[in-house]
């Protein structure tokens, strides 16, 4: 499986992006998909995450409210759409999909197998 992530930018703080992930290969071993961030001399953290069956989602805390993850299942396509930016939500933004992870273990970034190349969205005050 192939993740492609794609969408940022640089943007004012209360700005809108809308970040995609896209799969190829053996998508239908994929089960659940989500967005992590890292930024500058931080560790990777939790964003959002969706399952695909169902379409099921959960947020962190800081995103909950402006940050909404969708799916399009035709398109073997993930969203963020990213609403109300503030410079904190800088950082390189990644995809990551995985077959069998389980609910208890959705906002570790060790849980997940496949991870696309990450996309820069910057936020200025």
């Known amino acids: 499986v192939q993740l492609q992530a794609s969408g940022g930018g640089l943007v004012q703080a209360g700005d809108s992006l809308k970040l995609s992930c896209t799969f190829s290969?053996?998508?239908?071993?994929?089960?659940?998909t989500t967005w992590f961030r890292q930024a500058p001399g931080k560790e990777r953290e939790f964003v959002a995450s969706?399952?695909?069956?169902?379409?099921?989602?959960a947020y962190a805390d800081s995103v909950k409210g402006r940050f909404a993850i969708s799916r399009d299942s035709a398109k073997d396509t993930v969203y963020l759409q990213m609403n109300s930016l503030r410079p904190e939500d800088t950082a390189v933004y990644y995809c990551?999909?995985?077959?069998?992870?389980?609910?208890?273990?959705?906002?570790?970034?060790?849980?997940?197998?496949?991870w696309g190349q990450g996309t820069q969205v910057t936020v200025s005050s």
């Open positions: 990551a999909a995985d077959p069998s992870v389980i609910e208890s273990a959705l906002a570790s970034r060790n849980a997940y197998a496949y």
């Open positions: 290969g053996r998508t239908f071993r994929i089960r659940r």
């Open positions: 969706i399952k695909w069956n169902g379409g099921s989602t």
